[in-house]
Each structure stands twice: as structure tokens, then as C-alpha cells.
């Protein structure tokens, strides 16, 4: 005999609301139209992949997920709630596209990472030991636990990468994204930076969104995939947008998978 229990998880999954859902969204600089009726989900626990070639929109997307652009039309809601009316962004992190610093960059790894904590702690406050804590524990995170004492400026590109995305996980965020964040960083790094998203998602439960040019890793590793052109050509998975021939309408070439070490 069957028991309701079942039933009953089936109807609170049904009650939790996508982490980052976009409806009929558009948005344009002027008379250029970037983002042309945009509609998708991203569930918690996915690693959605977003490519696109380049000023297809990608980052413009971000930017409207994270309330930075208003769009011109359509909903963006964020845990269920409008862009508009969400206030909760400790529980968003973002990591944009990488800028190198300065070999004299006078701030410490510490400094920037818990810089991250300024929008809870209020402008002109000091950090408390709390703060401190958590900073030290996104640097322990990300694997650069060590280098908390020193200049950021110092580091390897791909250091400065896993400081960025400690100062991203400071407040402890359930989504996460983050724009082209292996531009600039060697082939070695960059296997290890895939390593440690997949096991934030993995191990700390974070969602994330990513914007690519590397298709090896998208069609390997993520869960979802999005080709965006202005448009969505295609969301689902990857196999599903290699079977479809998305790649190559969005390309507008044939598209083809190699097998390579990275």
C-alpha cells in the first residue's frame, strides 16, 4: 500500500520557487535592442552555462539579474521575488569579469575579500570579528587560506581569480554568478578553477551561472545550458543543444566536439 509521503515531497519541491527566473524580458541601449523577450529558469543546485558569441548579451543578462540595468520589458525575479522589490543580496554573489591589478596595489587579500561584507556591515562601520571569521573562511574555501596577508597585486592571475570568488562566497550566497572568469588565466588554473565550482556546487550547495567561450566546459559539466544571440536559441541541456544543432545556428557554422585535456 502506498503511503502519501511521496506526494507530499512532490508538492513542497512544487512549492520552492526557481533561484533566478527571467519572463519575457527585453532590455536596449537606446535603439539598439541587447535582449529580445528572454525567457528561462535556473533551479537551485543548477550549473547553467551561458554562451553566446561575442555582444550576444551575456553580460547584459547578469547585469539585469543583478538589478543593475532595469529591463524595458518583462519579470526578473530572484528567489520568487521581483528584481524591484528583492532586497536579500547577501544571498547573491557576483564575480564580473576579471581586471588585473597592479603589481603596487597597496590592499591585502584580506581587505578585498572582506570588502565583500560592506553591504551588511553599512557604510563608515567597522568589520567585526564575525566578519573577519567569514572572510577567512571563504579565502579557506577557495584553497588561498595562506595568502590572506598579502598584497593581491602579487598574485597569479589565477590567485587573484579564487580571491575575487572568496570575496563573492563571503556572505555565504546560495547563487552565484559569474562572467567569463577564466579570461587571462593559464590552461593549469584554470582546470583547478573548474574543480573548485564544481565542488561549491557540489559540496556547498551554491547555484551558478556562468558565462563561457569555454564550450568544452559547458557541454561537459554543466547541467543547463543557455545560447544566448539577443535571443535565447536554445535552453536545456547539453546534449539536448548538441543533438538540436543550437551551436551552430548560434555560431552560424558547423559546430564540432573535441576531445581535449582542458
Same mark, same amino acid.
Given at each position: 500500500?502506498?503511503?502519501?509521503?511521496?506526494?507530499?515531497?512532490?508538492?513542497? =519541491?512544487?512549492?520552492?520557487?526557481?533561484?533566478?527566473?527571467?519572463?519575457?524580458?527585453?532590455?536596449?541601449?537606446? %535603439? !539598439?535592442?541587447?535582449?529580445? &523577450? @528572454?525567457?528561462?529558469?535556473?533551479?537551485?543546485?543548477?550549473?547553467?552555462?551561458?554562451?553566446?558569441?561575442?555582444?550576444?548579451?551575456?553580460?547584459?543578462?547578469?547585469?539585469?539579474?543583478?538589478?543593475?540595468?532595469?529591463?524595458?520589458?518583462? *519579470?526578473?525575479?530572484?528567489?520568487?521575488? !521581483?528584481?524591484?522589490?528583492?532586497?536579500?543580496? &547577501?544571498?547573491?554573489?557576483?564575480?564580473?569579469?576579471?581586471?588585473?591589478?597592479?603589481?603596487?596595489?597597496?590592499?591585502?587579500?584580506?581587505?578585498?575579500?572582506?570588502?565583500?561584507?560592506?553591504?551588511?556591515?553599512?557604510?563608515?562601520?567597522?568589520?567585526?570579528?564575525?566578519?573577519?571569521?567569514?572572510?577567512?573562511?571563504?579565502?579557506?574555501?577557495?584553497?588561498?587560506?595562506?595568502?590572506?596577508?598579502?598584497?593581491?597585486?602579487?598574485?597569479?592571475?589565477?590567485?587573484?581569480?579564487?580571491?575575487?570568488? =572568496?570575496?563573492?562566497?563571503?556572505?555565504?550566497?546560495?547563487?552565484?554568478?559569474?562572467?567569463?572568469?577564466?579570461?587571462?588565466?593559464?590552461?593549469? %588554473?584554470?582546470?583547478?578553477?573548474? !574543480?573548485?565550482?564544481?565542488?561549491?556546487?557540489? &559540496?556547498?550547495?551554491?547555484?551558478?551561472?556562468? @558565462?563561457?567561450?569555454?564550450?568544452?566546459?559547458?557541454?561537459?559539466?554543466?547541467?543547463?545550458?543557455?545560447?544566448?544571440?539577443?535571443?535565447?536559441?536554445? *535552453?536545456?541541456?547539453?546534449? !539536448?543543444?548538441?543533438?538540436?544543432? %543550437?551551436?551552430?545556428?548560434?555560431?552560424?557554422?558547423?559546430?564540432?566536439?573535441?576531445? *581535449?585535456? *582542458?
Amino acid at each position: 500500500m502506498r503511503t502519501s509521503e511521496p506526494s507530499s515531497l512532490v508538492l513542497r =519541491a512544487a512549492e520552492i520557487p526557481p533561484v533566478a527566473e527571467l519572463e519575457h524580458v527585453c532590455f536596449s541601449y537606446g %535603439a !539598439e535592442r541587447v535582449l529580445d &523577450e @528572454v525567457s528561462l529558469q535556473v533551479n537551485r543546485g543548477d550549473i547553467l552555462g551561458l554562451i553566446g558569441p561575442n555582444g550576444s548579451g551575456k553580460t547584459t543578462l547578469l547585469r539585469v539579474l543583478l538589478g543593475l540595468l532595469p529591463p524595458t520589458c518583462g *519579470h526578473v525575479r530572484l528567489f520568487g521575488t !521581483e528584481i524591484g522589490a528583492f532586497r536579500q543580496w &547577501e544571498r547573491v554573489g557576483y564575480v564580473p569579469q576579471k581586471a588585473a591589478f597592479n603589481s603596487r596595489f597597496p590592499a591585502a587579500v584580506s581587505e578585498v575579500v572582506i570588502s565583500g561584507r560592506s553591504g551588511r556591515v553599512g557604510v563608515g562601520r567597522r568589520f567585526s570579528a564575525a566578519d573577519r571569521e567569514a572572510a577567512r573562511r571563504a579565502l579557506e574555501l577557495v584553497g588561498v587560506g595562506s595568502l590572506e596577508h598579502r598584497r593581491i597585486g602579487e598574485l597569479s592571475s589565477g590567485q587573484q581569480q579564487r580571491v575575487l570568488i =572568496a570575496r563573492a562566497l563571503v556572505t555565504r550566497p546560495e547563487l552565484l554568478l559569474l562572467d567569463e572568469p577564466t579570461v587571462g588565466v593559464d590552461p593549469d %588554473a584554470q582546470e583547478q578553477f573548474y !574543480e573548485l565550482l564544481l565542488r561549491l556546487n557540489r &559540496e556547498e550547495g551554491v547555484t551558478l551561472i556562468l @558565462v563561457s567561450h569555454d564550450i568544452g566546459f559547458v557541454m561537459r559539466e554543466v547541467s543547463r545550458l543557455a545560447c544566448l544571440n539577443h535571443t535565447l536559441v536554445f *535552453h536545456g541541456s547539453p546534449e !539536448e543543444a548538441a543533438a538540436s544543432g %543550437a551551436l551552430a545556428q548560434m555560431y552560424r557554422s558547423e559546430a564540432w566536439m573535441v576531445a *581535449h585535456r *582542458h
